[in-house]
């Protein structure tokens, strides 16, 4: 499958400012890569769809203006979450589509204080 | 979409097979089936996907119901490794339109 990179594995920041998060395919041109949250105790929840060279695809309920996402590249993926405030905390991981397959990354656990 | 129903958790001792059941009524005749693990704080990791046929990789078994109503996954000879959320999951859409939407998963844990 397809080797998937996510950055920073953690990351504290203070409440109103934003935070990028980085998801890399490393060996595979991902047209299409997806953005999940998951709180503790919880499972996945999906985000959004991120495409290569056009407007993400987000789900319903979720802010596309807080959580901005970014595919310039085949190859890169980023998801900033704007002013974030502490109910932003959770873990957030990405995913790269090839063909039928899917490969997650390891996850960026995200702390607002 | 289809959705998945599993048990909430599931034990079993080491060595022995792990027999994990999941249900999805609903499902449509291109929707694949997909079976990840996430172990806890880690990214999910794959271990199985199938269409209509049983599949079998190095990891566990794939059986899914002649109608495809419902599927076991079978890790055969479980460890303490194996402990982990089990999530089953059937794809929605195909190709760069489809997705994969978690449910609730199973959380299985192998004791000695």
């Known amino acids: 499958g397809a080797v998937v990179s996510q950055h920073p594995s953690r990351v504290i920041c203070k409440s109103g400012t934003s935070v990028k998060i980085e998801c890399r395919s490393l060996d595979f041109q991902a047209t299409t890569m997806f953005w999940y949250r998951q709180f503790p105790k919880q499972s996945l929840m999906l985000m959004a769809t991120s495409n290569e060279g056009s407007k993400a695809t987000y789900e319903q309920g979720v802010e596309k203006d807080k959580f901005l996402i970014n595919h310039a590249s085949l190859t890169l993926s980023t998801l900033t979450v704007t002013s974030a405030h502490p109910e932003d905390s959770s873990f957030y991981i990405c995913?790269?589509?090839?063909?039928?397959?899917?490969?997650f990354g390891s996850g960026t656990r995200l702390t607002v204080v | 979409d289809a959705k998945t129903t599993q048990p909430t958790s599931m034990d079993c001792a080491e060595g022995r097979a792990a027999n994990l059941p999941c249900n999805h009524s609903?499902?449509?005749?291109?929707?694949?089936v997909y079976w990840y693990r996430q172990i806890h704080s880690q990214g999910p990791q794959y271990i199985i996907h199938g269409l209509k046929n049983n599949e079998t990789n190095e990891m566990a078994s794939l059986i899914i119901t002649e109608d495809r109503k419902s599927s076991t996954l079978i890790l055969p000879h479980a460890t303490l490794r194996d402990t982990a959320v089990y999530y089953c999951i059937v794809r929605v859409g195909s190709g760069t339109a489809s997705k994969l939407t978690f449910g609730t998963g199973t959380r299985l844990q192998v004791t000695l």
């Open positions: 995913s790269v589509q090839y063909g039928d397959g899917y490969t």
């Open positions: 609903t499902i449509s005749g291109n929707e694949y």
